[in-house]
């Protein structure tokens, strides 16, 4: 039996996505293809940060989709825990303000995550609270070059792994 799982608009906040840590919204459906299994598929957004390092001022924003699979364990009539995978590809934002202005544009941004997301359902709401680990899999170090002196220098190197911690709010129909 297919049941869909609509979350409106919840908060998610990540650490090793971008320079610093990143509060933004959320939305996930998941499509129930059984009592235990689903697909999940999410966007986020994380907006711009400002980042002055290396004598530069950069601006770093991510938005990025997710699709994966997902298992839940039924712990009572009202709570389950469920374990989902999912790969999330994504466009990260840069834009640098000085020394001198360049609108670098986006750039393709690839992770995969795995986790696990405790929800409690009452009727047709559910609250759940979830945690994320995530491995990039293509890493960049954006870096700022100086003319005088000759060198460069690394404004923002991605690192091999983040974290996403989510609470969402959302229906089940």
Not at 1 to 13: D, G, H, L, V
Not at 33 to 48: K, W
Not at 80 to 85: E, K, P, V, Y
Not at 114 to 142: D, I, P, Q, V, W
């Amino acid at each position: 039996m297919m049941r869909p799982e609509a979350s409106p608009m919840t908060q998610a906040i990540s650490n090793g996505l971008l320079p610093n840590t990143a509060l933004g919204p959320l939305l996930r459906a998941e499509l129930e293809l059984g009592r235990n299994f689903a697909v999940a598929v999410g966007a986020q957004f994380f907006p711009e940060q400002r980042l002055t390092r290396a004598g530069a001022d950069a601006l770093f924003g991510l938005s990025l989709a997710s699709l994966g699979p997902c298992y839940r364990a039924h712990l009572s009539e009202r709570w389950a825990l469920a374990s989902c995978a999912s790969l999330l590809l994504g466009s990260l934002g840069v834009s640098v303000a000085s020394p001198e202005p360049v609108n670098e544009g986006a750039r393709a941004w690839l992770a995969g995550a795995c986790g696990l997301r405790l929800s409690f359902r009452t009727g047709a709401l559910e609250l759940s609270l979830s945690g994320e680990a995530l491995a990039h899999f293509a890493r960049k170090n954006y870096t700022v070059e100086r003319q005088t002196p000759k060198r460069t220098e690394s404004l923002f190197a991605e690192p091999a792994a983040g974290a996403l911690v989510t609470f969402t709010t959302g229906a089940r129909f």
